[in-house]
């Protein structure tokens, strides 16, 4: 916990998708719930939780949903095990595809999301409860967070890949057309 942070109390669901991903991916930051996110990763976060990858850490605001913490577990997957690596260089080498290989990274990103949903035995996301389409706006990346891309699939494609990650419970099925889910299936302690 931040020094200053108000203490936040424990939610079982998420302490148990933390418990579940952290058997499976060693290598994913720790998270840190706080009651209020919106000064963290250089200011500004606006979403139910952040990932800051230049601190190697998630803050997840007190009262979100598992599903906000499963999202941006998704993007910590494919940053620590080398995905993000690979998709930022396919992305500057064919910046007229941007918007095409954004949307790649998110459908997998949701996939992600599914499957550790589903391995601590949470239930599956009701996209539909959502008043817009959710995490479109900037919740990871280099400091300040909120510079960082904005992506929109809509709440349909973010609900199919989301549910092929649930229905699996596993990263094979996670590969989205050039991007491969290879190095985080490599990962999985419980393959």
Do not use: K
């Not at 840190?32 to 605001?61: H, K, L, T, W």
């Not at 510079?147 to 649930?166: E, T």
Request: charged fraction near 20%; glycine fraction near 10%; include cysteine.
């Amino acid at each position: 916990m931040l020094l200053g942070a108000p203490p936040v109390a424990a939610d079982p669901a998420l302490d148990r998708l933390i418990a579940s991903t952290e058997r499976a991916f060693s290598a994913v930051p720790p998270v840190v719930q706080r009651a209020d996110i919106g000064a963290v990763c250089g200011g500004g976060a606006q979403a139910p939780a952040v990932y800051c990858p230049s601190e190697n850490r998630i803050f997840v605001r007190a009262g979100a949903q598992p599903y906000a913490l499963a999202h941006v577990y998704g993007h910590a997957l494919q940053v620590r095990y080398g995905i993000a690596d690979i998709a930022l260089r396919t992305i500057q080498a064919n910046r007229p595809r941007e918007t095409e290989l954004r949307g790649m990274v998110t459908r997998q990103v949701e996939c992600f999301a599914g499957m550790l949903m589903a391995r601590a035995g949470l239930p599956p996301v009701d996209f539909g409860a959502f008043p817009s389409e959710p995490f479109t706006g900037s919740h990871w990346g280099r400091n300040p967070v909120r510079d960082g891309p904005s992506v929109s699939i809509g709440a349909a494609a973010r609900a199919r890949w989301f549910d092929i990650g649930y229905q699996n419970a596993g990263p094979s099925v996670c590969s989205v057309d050039e991007m491969s889910a290879e190095l985080v299936v490599s990962a999985d302690a419980l393959r």
